[in-house]
């Protein structure tokens, strides 16, 4: 009975001061009351917590959209995290890929120069994607996880001390308020100095001594609290610190990674480049005219990307190279000239193309009309047959 009615009575001074917080916040709110207001330096702390929990939280889900752009995979992942469960593993997109291209090489046959490109192509894709599922892994480890950390551990301790800090502040502006009350409940009463109101001024008199007293107790819990939330507020400089290594952390997965990749599509392009360009004919031998071979036209493309970005896409370049005749070509681009040796060229026109011997293997000569000059055959031109 008597622990039932302690509860009663908690519940009762909780409501009350729960009661006692809303309306002093809906009167500061219509300006009926006034607010303490925190110092400077807790203030800008506090916005300093709240802007890196914003970016936290967008780095974070932009960077698990960066490295699983699949939402139904996500959202997988997140239920077994939840459930303190590994996910299952799965096949990537780039081993998925290299599978189909080595099942379709080794059906064309891997003798053929289709079939064989196929499977080398299909090996690099399945290194790219275990390099990809590393990258997953290692960034998951090193930088998601110490970001998530700090949403869901420190910047949550940090917003339960901030509501209480909000709360006690609440309390001592309401007990501001009863005291002020009190002090003007307490002048009016001396100034009718009528002895019928002897007793109403003890009563007030006490009040304000209780309101006081009040006011005392409510300042202290304040500034305690103030200080507890200004000590975790002031831990978010490290926070940064810490998240600055795990950055570094990040960027040096994906240094890996790109390298990795960029190693194995150089290795595959030498592999590509080594096929003979009688050797794409894929058995197709008694045919009128053999295939044209596509394989140096990739490096063409590669080429292209970094120069000026007007295109040769010669089926056979040695030809064009080698010959001392003259052939067509077409210009993709406009280009002009560096110096006087070079040839302006205009898009869409077409021009006279030759070889020099002693010439650099990356030039040929162009000529158009009366006007002759150098040509960069790898980034200029397009060969036209007319």
């Not at 009563?203 to 009040?214: L, P, R």
């Not at 202290?220 to 570094?248: K, P, V």
Request: proline share 3%.
């Amino acid at each position: 009975m008597n622990i039932m009615d302690f509860n009663v009575k908690k519940l009762a001074a909780d409501a009350g001061t729960f009661l006692s917080r809303a309306v002093q916040f809906t009167e500061e709110k219509l300006g009926q009351a006034e607010k303490t207001e925190l110092d400077a330096h807790l203030e800008n702390l506090l916005s300093k917590a709240e802007c890196t929990k914003i970016w936290t939280e967008k780095i974070m889900k932009q960077t698990e959209v960066l490295l699983q752009p699949n939402p139904n995979a996500r959202i997988e992942e997140f239920v077994y995290e939840k459930l303190d469960r590994k996910a299952p593993s799965r096949v990537n997109n780039p081993e998925l890929l290299g599978q189909y291209m080595i099942d379709a090489g080794t059906e064309f046959g891997p003798g053929t120069a289709y079939g064989n490109a196929l499977i080398k192509c299909g090996e690099t894709q399945k290194r790219i994607g275990t390099a990809d599922r590393e990258l997953i892994q290692t960034s998951a480890l090193n930088f998601l996880t110490p970001l998530r950390n700090f949403i869901e551990g420190d910047y949550k301790t940090i917003a339960k001390e901030r509501k209480l800090l909000q709360n006690k502040r609440l309390d001592l502006d309401a007990a501001k308020t009863r005291l002020k009350k009190a002090k003007t409940a307490e002048t009016k009463s001396s100034q009718l100095n009528s002895a019928r109101l002897e007793g109403d001024n003890m009563i007030w008199a006490e009040e304000v001594t209780k309101a006081e007293q009040e006011v005392r107790i409510t300042q202290s819990e304040f500034d305690r609290q103030a200080e507890i939330t200004r000590l975790l507020l002031e831990g978010i400089s490290s926070t940064h610190a810490h998240h600055l290594r795990c950055l570094n952390d990040f960027v040096e997965a994906q240094m890996t990674y790109y390298a990795q990749c960029y190693q194995y599509m150089l290795d595959l392009q030498k592999q590509l480049g080594s096929f003979p360009s009688n050797y794409l004919c894929n058995n197709n031998h008694n045919s009128g005219t053999p295939m044209p071979s596509a394989l140096p036209n990739v490096v063409g493309s590669s080429a292209m990307a970094s120069t000026s970005g007007l295109v040769i896409t010669s089926p056979n370049i040695s030809d064009l190279k080698e010959s001392s005749g003259s052939r067509k070509a077409r210009v993709l681009y406009d280009y002009d000239a560096a110096n006087s040796t070079e040839l302006s060229l205009l898009a869409d026109e077409v021009i006279t193309v030759f070889s020099i011997i002693g010439m650099d293997s990356d030039w040929l000569m162009g000529e158009r009309g009366n006007q002759k000059g150098k040509a960069y055959y790898l980034t200029s031109l397009e060969n036209c047959h007319l």
